[in-house]
T-cell receptor, first 110, second 114 residues
């Protein structure tokens, strides 16, 4: 079964707007990773946040983790058409095996 | 740095036929994963290798799927016989291993079973 569940399933915004997607999970984790997938480049790792971290930044990406609520969010600021892709969270528990959710499909209109 | 190589990129077979996929991980990566991604869903782990040993194959349908990683480098995933529901993208990934290691994914093999 898949551990993380992303929300919303689909998101459509205009270029320059911010995009926020959420990931909820059910059991305790050691870390959580966000990946992007588009048809051109396959699955690409974006950022990892460990269970003892609350927030991380990477360029236009900001990830938060709330272990008490078992949830994470990915914020993309000043979105670009090239950000159009599916975004997945992958949780790692005791087995350290990345377990993926169903993903959020993001469309950024130029 | 060369990425994870997979072949073929596309494959169309009839049900009950057999098929094999090949993966060459990034040099030096001890951990290798095979994932199955059905259209509209996230990747589902089929099997994880650490060097040439199996770490987890609990979700691998062993009656029809098999995988091996000879000499702890390249890996092959085989389906025999294929069913219609096996139509999916098969993704190979590799990582250095260890806590929170980034997994690098190949482009995948898109399998269509007709």
């Amino acid at each position: 079964s898949q551990q993380g569940e992303e929300d919303p399933q689909a998101l459509s915004i205009q270029e320059g707007e911010n995009a926020t997607m959420n990931c909820s999970y059910k059991t305790s984790i050691n870390n959580l990773q966000w990946y992007r997938q588009n048809s051109g480049r396959g699955l690409v790792h974006l950022i990892l946040i460990r269970s003892n971290e609350r927030e991380k930044h990477s360029g236009r990406l900001r990830v938060t983790l709330d272990t008490s609520k078992k949830s994470s969010s990915l914020l993309i600021t000043a979105s670009r058409a090239a950000d159009t892709a599916s975004y997945f969270c992958a949780t790692e528990g005791g087995s350290y095996i990345p377990t993926f959710g169903r993903g959020t499909s993001l469309i950024v209109h130029p | 740095e060369a990425g994870v190589a997979q072949s073929p990129r596309y494959k169309i077979i009839e049900k009950r036929q057999s098929v094999a996929f090949w993966c060459n991980p990034i040099s030096g990566h001890a951990t290798l994963y095979w994932y199955q991604q059905i259209l509209g869903q996230g990747p589902k782990l089929l099997i994880q290798f650490q060097n040439n040993g199996v770490v987890d194959d609990s979700q691998l349908p062993k009656d029809r799927f098999s995988a091996e990683r000879l000499k702890g480098v390249d890996s092959t995933l085989k389906i025999q016989p294929a069913k219609l529901e096996d139509s999916a993208v098969y993704l190979c990934a590799s990582s250095l291993g260890g806590v929170g290691s980034e997994a690098f994914f190949g482009q995948g093999t898109r399998l269509t079973v007709v």
